[in-house]
């Protein structure tokens, strides 16, 4: 199974775009990328996935790298119930299965 | 999407007992799974539900220790056995509809945070 790497932690200002990276350099063709994120005691909760293309929603952005090794999480306006821990999973369609890593977490500064 | 509900939400349990929880979804979905996420941790996956047969255990996971049933599309237990300390974890039931050849989103509940002492 593909592998994720990104940052253990990252700090914004309220207001302010904040970019989470994730590397994946082992990512094949088929394997979509998908960002959750887990808010305190709470379960893991969807945010966006992409496959090649940019994608946009109301939550957030998703740009994929063009050799797709790398993507990046954007939040437009950080609030403070963005703080989160920010997970990268990559998935093949048709086996199911998540590899959670360490994922990012968020902390949000007022 | 889903909505997933798990009982109970949590539960302090002594050791050498077992607890059952379990996971009801709004809607049929092709798979269910269940995840551990120790303190301070993330998530691990215990196994996949299958219904009507036996559920798919990751490597570390055994049905001994962790019976699962599905007996239909929506609804899901996953029983810890023989609990120790070692097993305080939060408990996580996800789902997803599986598209053919689409992304496997999947949906996560809300979780039951099991202390055992």
């Known amino acids: 199974d593909a592998k994720t790497t990104q940052p253990n932690s990252m700090e914004s200002n309220e207001e302010e775009p904040v970019h989470l990276p994730c590397n994946h350099s082992?990512?094949?063709?088929?394997?979509?990328i998908h960002w959750y994120r887990q808010l305190p005691s709470q379960g893991p909760e969807y945010v966006i996935h992409g496959l090649t293309s940019n994608v946009n929603n109301r939550m957030a952005s998703l740009a994929i790298a063009e050799d797709r090794k790398s993507s990046t999480l954007i939040l437009h306006r950080a609030t403070l119930r963005d703080a989160a821990v920010y997970y990268c999973i990559l998935t093949t369609s048709g086996t199911y299965k998540y590899i959670f890593g360490t994922g990012t977490r968020l902390k949000v500064l007022a | 999407s889903a909505v997933i509900s798990q009982k109970p939400s949590r539960d302090i349990c002594q050791r050498g007992t077992s607890l059952t929880i379990q996971c009801q979804v709004d809607s049929q979905v092709t798979m269910m799974f269940w995840y551990r996420q120790q303190p301070g941790q993330s998530l691990t996956l215990i196994a996949t539900a299958n219904q009507g047969s036996e559920a798919t255990y990751e490597s570390g996971f055994v049905i001994d220790k962790f019976p699962i049933s599905r007996p239909n599309l929506t609804f899901s237990t996953l029983t810890v056995s023989n609990m120790s300390p070692e097993d305080s974890s939060i408990y996580l039931c996800?789902?997803?509809?599986?598209?053919?050849?689409?992304?496997?989103?999947?949906?996560f509940g809300p979780g039951t945070r099991l202390t055992v002492l």
């Open positions: 996800s789902v997803t509809k599986g598209l053919a050849g689409g992304p496997d989103t999947q949906y």
């Open positions: 082992t990512i094949s063709g088929t394997d979509y």
